[in-house]
């Protein structure tokens, strides 16, 4: 029963892409423990996966959401450059800056939530 549950976990990892650091922390977490202690957080592990509600699912999530804002941000920049200053287009696109830059610092603090 324990082996297949440990099979059932290697599997479902692999399944949803987790990271093998996240693996080597799990498994040094449950390392000491007895299989009658471990095989219930193997089962909640494998269950929170599979409902993508596992902490490092939404660790990874707020990764790729920060990751996206700031080349979002690097979009603008090259976009701020190459408008001129006193052309009319760039207030909308200051606008458009400070939302961005809004939005990383708030994807940035899920980021930190997530990963403590």
Known sequence: MVNHLKEELLQTWDNYLIPDY????FLDCIFGLTPQQYSHIIVKEIEDLQ???A???SA???IIGRESCLTAIQEMAQTLSDIEENNDKIRPVLDECVNILYSLRMLSLNVVKCVI
């Open 22 to 25: 996240h693996r080597t922390v």
């Open 51 to 53: 409902n993508e509600q």
């Open 55 to 57: 902490p490092i699912q």
């Open 60 to 62: 990874i999530r707020a």
